[in-house]
């Protein structure tokens, strides 16, 4: 399985260049004439697509390793294993999918970018671990919640505890999902 940044489910398993293509395609929505406009009809559409029907049957050259690293926006390592895996030969890279899809040109970014990019990376992170210990919490609360006919009242979700963990939306979120399993309060002014 191919993710929209052309990585593959297994982290350590280099895509193929087919799958690298297809995702590049899928991604931008190019047609394989667009595509090979990207790169000034240096490599043909006619053969990305071929490239993406049928495995390489020998290294493609120098050049049109350099012409998919531009139009794929991916280092020409990544390029290099990513025909190599195409061509059968088990590659694997110990490298994040992250560093292996990262633009050419990288390396010529200021200290100044490095520690932005790096900040904002670090920041996302945090952001995705909260959210799971928020989405855990909430699993946890409904495998903890008595069946619908059980005679024991439902243990409320700290919904404090969600806000303080992520944003007080995503507590809501939760609130909201347990108002509805729940079913309507019962309203007050009615008679009984």
């Known amino acids: 399985m191919v993710d929209h940044a052309g990585g593959t489910a297994d982290g350590s398993a280099v895509p193929t260049i087919a799958e690298l293509l297809t995702s590049y395609r899928d991604r931008t929505g190019y047609s394989y004439k667009d595509m090979a406009r990207k790169v000034r009809d240096e490599i043909q559409g006619s053969r990305l697509q071929q490239l993406v029907v049928a495995p390489p ?19 020409t390592a990544t390029i290099v294993l990513a025909c190599a895996a195409g061509m059968g030969i088990p590659v694997r890279d110990s490298s994040s999918e992250l560093a292996r899809t990262l633009p050419p040109g990288t390396d010529k970014l200021t200290v100044e970018d490095r520690d932005a990019i790096r900040t904002i990376t670090r920041a996302l992170i945090e952001a995705r671990r909260d959210e799971m210990a928020i989405i855990q919490a909430w699993q946890q609360q409904q495998a903890d ?24 939306e995503k507590a809501l979120m939760f609130r909201d999902v347990d108002a509805a399993l729940e079913g309507p309060d019962p309203d007050p002014d009615a008679e009984s």
């Not at 049957?57 to 280092?75: D, V």
């Not at 024991?152 to 806000?163: I, K, M, N, S, T």
């Open 57 to 75: 049957k020998a290294f493609p050259e120098r050049r049109t390793i350099e012409l998919l690293a531009e139009l794929l926006e991916m280092p």
């Open 145 to 168: 919640r008595p069946p619908i006919n059980s005679p024991e009242p439902a243990r409320q979700f700290d919904y404090g505890l969600a806000a303080r963990r992520g944003t007080p």
